[in-house]
């Protein structure tokens, strides 16, 4: 898996947009950007994946560079239960297989 | 509704008194698996199964058991927890990992304890 590296930590104002960037300028061409995040101590929760375009889902969007080699999550409109460890993973395949979550961007939204 | 079903979520035990943690998926899913989470270390995979009979140690599997009898659970199991296993626990599942646009699901975690 490629590497990544991610702020350590964020803040956002509730109902602004939350920007959360990852570099991973390593990436292979085969390899899937995943973002996943940790609210304090539950289980980890798939946000969203891309691998070239540009993905929107119901929780967010993901923004990849032309060349790949960096993205960006956005929530739209953080609210104050999307603080929480925000985690980007660069890998050939989904699933549950040896996940390696590293240190992620810890986000605050702030009332 | 898709869940991780892991029970208990808290527990405390006294070192060498076997436990087990049981972990169920309803998603009909054939990889699953078993991390810890310790401060500073992130999570580490302890075992994990491709499908039923077919388990595999992870990075951490000292100490740990598990079995894949049925396709929808994957109990972990501490013969003779020691202090050093104290730790969060989580199960987790998905389809298996070449199909690339799966995602993982994880249970809410247990938080064990061993004095």
């Known amino acids: 898996d490629a590497k990544t590296t991610q702020p350590t930590s964020m803040d956002c104002a509730e109902g602004r947009a939350a920007n959360l960037p990852c570099n991973h300028s390593?990436?292979?061409?085969?390899?899937?950007v995943y973002w996943y995040r940790q609210i304090h101590s539950q289980g980890p929760q798939y946000i969203i994946h891309?691998?070239?375009n540009n993905e929107t889902n119901e929780m967010a969007s993901l923004i990849i560079t032309e060349d790949r080699k960096s993205s960006t999550l956005i929530l739209p409109h953080a609210t104050l239960r999307d603080t929480a460890v925000y985690y980007c993973?660069?890998?050939?395949?989904?699933?549950?297989?040896?996940?390696?979550f590293g240190t992620g961007t810890r986000l605050t939204v702030i009332p | 509704e898709a869940q991780v079903t892991q029970n208990p979520r808290y527990l405390i035990t006294v070192t060498g008194k076997k436990l087990t943690v049981t972990c169920s998926q309803n998603?009909?899913?054939?990889?699953m698996s078993w991390y810890r989470q310790d401060p500073g270390l992130g999570l580490r995979q302890i075992y994990y199964?491709?499908?039923?009979?077919?388990?595999d140690k992870g990075d951490v599997p000292e100490g740990y058991k598990v079995s894949r009898k049925e396709k929808r659970n994957f109990p972990l199991i501490l013969e003779s927890p020691s202090p050093n296993q104290t730790s969060l626990y989580f199960c987790?599942?998905?389809?298996?990992?070449?199909?690339?646009?799966?995602?993982?699901?994880f249970g809410q975690g247990t938080r064990l304890t061993v004095v």
């Open positions: 390593t990436i292979s061409g085969n390899e899937y």
């Open positions: 891309g691998l070239k």
């Open positions: 993973i660069v890998r050939v395949d989904g699933g549950a297989n040896n996940l390696f």
């Open positions: 199964s491709m499908n039923v009979e077919v388990t």
């Open positions: 987790a599942s998905s389809l298996l990992g070449r199909d690339r646009d799966t995602e993982a699901f």
């Open positions: 998603m009909n899913h054939e990889y």
